[in-house]
């Protein structure tokens, strides 16, 4: 078969495109790849993994899955330091390997996203290489390179999320370059027009492939300011650390001339219009602000100009609290009023929620009302690979991390690997069935071995059995999907709204406490029960009586 065969075969087929706008109030499920399935025997999840295992995602009942980032790389950054934006990293397989990922997910209904890191490269790339030996050759300021002041100090007070300065000297071109991650993770300079037609270029690519859209790693990143201004010290009372740990002196900075920047609007019109070229193809970009979320998600998806949705860290960090969250879809809804969000509870880069969370001990009834929670309120939904288990975070010793980030930060803030440990299909076959090597690349904890597929497939009760149902029940019911949300006044420690979308109103209520609440129904409603599994409470003579953690879900 050739090439340009095999790739017509793998383009969505127009005629099944029935509905361009189908991410909006999609459930999309993220497959870290290193973790979900290692076919080859390596320790290593792969690409080959993932195709044997995408029935299983079709049968949970969502509509997409994100890929974690598959480029060639040379791993420092497990993928998101990326060499070649064209390439399959060889731990993963073939570019023949993703193709059949596509095929396989298209076969079963599933649309499919891949991660792109394009605000930095990585130092391996050949684009840095040529940057770094001259500053006059053809990609000299495709990067962000900047003289020391004049002790040989950096030029700015700039710091990089993974700690230390945000700029590392280079003594080929006698300055420095500038990192916001890994020193083995330069910049590349968005100013420069070429650098973003290649960018776009490299886009396309996947597109020609079939992919169904991307999901934009620190979007708001791309541009800095030219002036390479100081950044100012937070003010104590705006200091936040959703976006890097408290033990992180990134924190202690505003963020105004490293990253946000105003230019990012023109280029974020440039990469839609490319999107624009290939319908029923999404984006949904990552904001890392800890002061501006909001104000930038609203500017970053508002209209049909930029991007079709974003996510932020409101729901990735911070108090499980009906307060925290009635604030945040308040706070959405007023400054992001035309723009859609992406949530997520738990994903790659932090603690799982039930662990963040669910410190009560209740973590049954936490685990199902936080999954009625995240499928009921307003926006797309991404669920992280394990997330259906009810998996929580894996304890790990130093000596198991491989996260440069946990690493750096150890012991107060132990890195990422505890969210990334590999997936656990089968409870008594060796690695929880993920792989047949004697050493996995982050160890399989034998605590999640209780959770394995095997031991809830079909299993009335189970966490992973009430996923599928909830994911049934929101398909059938547009209003979850796609609706209107509507805050109601409800207790302290109770959470309501009503969603509502072409005649279809459903009343939500969640009690977001460990004791027993009541709610009374405002007047003039009259809800019946509309069968959302899990719920026990009844609507009795307009008042709720909720268990701890309990919900309920009326048709009005």
Request: charged share 25%; net charge negative.
């Amino acid at each position: 078969m050739s090439a340009v065969t095999m790739m017509t075969e793998m383009r969505p087929d127009p005629a099944v495109e029935l509905d361009e706008d189908w991410w909006r109030g999609a459930v999309i499920y993220q497959i870290y790849p290193r973790s979900f399935q290692d076919q080859n025997g390596d320790g290593i999840g792969d690409l080959a993994g993932i195709t044997s295992r995408l029935d299983y995602v079709a049968d949970l009942g969502v509509d997409a899955i994100w890929l974690s980032p598959v480029f060639t790389s040379p791993m420092k950054d497990f993928g998101y330091d990326v060499s070649d934006y064209r390439g399959i990293d060889p731990s993963f397989g073939t570019l023949e390997d993703f193709d059949n990922v596509v095929r396989k997910a298209h076969s079963l209904g599933l649309k499919v996203i891949i991660d792109q890191v394009i605000s930095h490269s990585s130092d391996r790339h050949a684009w840095f290489s040529e940057s770094r030996q001259s500053r006059t050759n053809e990609r000299a300021d495709w990067y962000v390179w900047a003289d020391p002041k004049p002790d040989g100090t950096p030029p700015n007070n700039w710091l990089s999320i993974f700690g230390g300065s945000a700029w590392h000297w280079d003594s080929r071109r006698m300055q420095y370059y500038l990192h916001n991650f890994l020193v083995s993770q330069p910049d590349l300079n968005f100013h420069n027009p070429a650098v973003q037609d290649a960018l776009l270029s490299e886009m396309r690519f996947w597109l020609e492939r079939g992919v169904d859209g991307f999901r934009l790693d620190t979007v708001n990143f791309y541009f800095h300011s030219q002036g390479l201004e100081d950044n100012p010290v937070v003010k104590p009372e705006e200091f936040n650390a959703s976006t890097a740990p408290a033990v992180n002196p990134y924190n202690f900075q505003e963020h105004i001339y490293d990253k946000s920047r105003p230019e990012n609007l023109e280029f974020l019109g440039r990469l839609r219009a490319l999107m624009d070229e290939y319908p029923g193809r999404t984006t949904v970009g990552e904001i890392g602000d800890s002061q501006h979320q909001l104000q930038i998600m609203a500017q970053y998806t508002s209209g049909d100009d930029r991007l079709h949705m974003a996510y932020t860290f409101d729901y990735l960090g911070g108090g499980f609290s009906a307060e925290h969250f009635r604030k945040s879809i308040a706070d959405t809804e007023q400054k992001a009023p035309d723009g859609w969000i992406c949530l997520a509870f738990s994903n790659h880069d932090v603690m799982r929620h039930v662990s963040r969370w669910a410190l009560h001990g209740q973590e049954a009834a936490f685990t199902r009302l936080t999954a009625i929670l995240l499928l009921s309120m307003r926006g797309s939904v991404c669920l992280y690979q394990g997330e259906e288990l009810g998996l929580k975070e894996a304890e790990l010793s130093f000596a198991d991390l491989v996260d440069p980030y946990g690493i750096e930060f150890w012991p107060e803030f132990k890195g990422r690997d505890g969210c990334r440990t590999p997936m656990v299909w089968q409870a008594h076959v060796r690695n929880g069935a993920f792989s047949t090597s004697e050493r996995t690349w982050l160890p399989v904890p034998a605590e999640h071995l209780t959770h394995a597929v095997d031991t809830q497939h079909e299993v009335e009760g189970s966490v992973l059995e009430f996923y599928r149902a909830m994911l049934r029940f929101r398909h059938a019911h547009p209003a979850l999907a796609k609706g209107s949300i509507s805050l109601l006044d409800a207790p302290d420690n109770v959470l309501a709204f009503i969603r509502e979308h072409e005649g279809e109103r459903l009343l939500c209520v969640f009690n977001m406490s460990e004791t027993a609440a009541e709610y009374i129904i405002p007047q003039g409603m009259a809800p019946t029960d509309a069968g959302c599994p899990g719920v026990t409470a009844a609507a009795i003579e307009g008042e709720l009586d909720l268990e701890p953690f309990g919900a309920y879900i009326g048709v009005l």
